[in-house]
T-cell receptor
Framework: DSGVTQTPKHLITATGQRVTLRCSPR?????VYWYQQSLDQGLQFLIQ???????AKGNILERFSAQQFPDLHSELNLSSLELGDSALYFC????????????FGPGTRLTVL | GENVEQHPSTLSVQEGDSAVIKCTYS??????FPWYKQELGKRPQLIID?????GEKKDQRIAVTLNKTAKHFSLHITETQPEDSAVYFC????????????FGSGTQLTVLP
């Protein structure tokens, strides 16, 4: 157990819908990262927040957005869902703002039908 | 930006043999190189990392080597065991910077009993 929690574990929805994925970082970690892992694909970095502020942005679609709240938990919002958005979404956290060990949560498996 | 290439994409070895996975990176400024292991259906977990001020690092049966001149680094697993079967991801970044981890595409390692 990495100490990072994600909810829900599974999510099944329809095209065009909107969903919210939630992540709670390890106690004391200020950075939260979101990754997308499609079937048989690697880890694609989406976005990072550090202490409530957006720190870095990767290949995140405009239909996706995220935020980090004062209690440091983070939410990833996915809207106008398409079949291709079906993937495993991981949240990770770290103490540092920059590169260093990242602790991954168990992931949320999103299925868009 | 950084580009990380990882080879091979699949690797099968007999139990007890060694396994080597190689990665190359494009940005000579990168100085932090972690390796993550992801078992089927589970979260990625850091197994070893190296910073560019050293050329090799070992942890029991796992070792990582780094050649900064050639911009490549490798993961070596000796005396492989069935529980080593997983997908392994290399990554590169710049420690202390806002540069995010760029992951390789992953190697599916299968250890045959």
């Amino acid at each position: 157990d990495s100490g990072v929690t994600q909810t829900p574990k599974h999510l099944i929805t329809a095209t065009g819908q909107r969903v919210t994925l939630r992540c709670s970082p390890r106690s004391g970690d200020l950075s939260v990262y979101w990754y997308q892992q499609s079937l048989d694909q690697g880890l694609q970095f989406l976005i990072q927040y550090y202490n409530g502020e957006e720190r870095a942005k990767g290949n995140i679609l405009e239909r996706f957005s995220a935020q980090q709240f004062p209690d440091l938990h983070s939410e990833l919002n996915l809207s106008s869902l398409e079949l291709g958005d079906s993937a495993l979404y991981f949240c990770a956290s770290s103490v540092e703002a920059g590169a260093g060990e990242q602790f991954f949560g168990p992931g949320t498996r999103l299925t868009v039908l | 930006g950084e580009n990380v290439e990882q080879h091979p994409s699949t690797l099968s070895v007999q139990e007890g043999d060694s396994a080597v996975i190689k990665c190359t990176y494009s940005d000579s400024a990168s100085n932090y190189f972690p390796w993550y292991k992801q078992e089927l259906g589970k979260r990625p977990q850091l197994i070893i990392d190296i910073r560019s001020n050293v050329g090799e690092k070992k942890d029991q049966r796992i070792a990582v080597t780094l050649n900064k001149t050639a911009k490549h680094f490798s993961l070596h697993i000796t005396e492989t065991q069935p529980e080593d079967s997983a997908v392994y991801f290399c990554a590169a970044s710049i420690a202390g910077s806002a540069r995010q981890l760029t992951f390789g595409s992953g190697t599916q390692l299968t250890v045959l009993p």
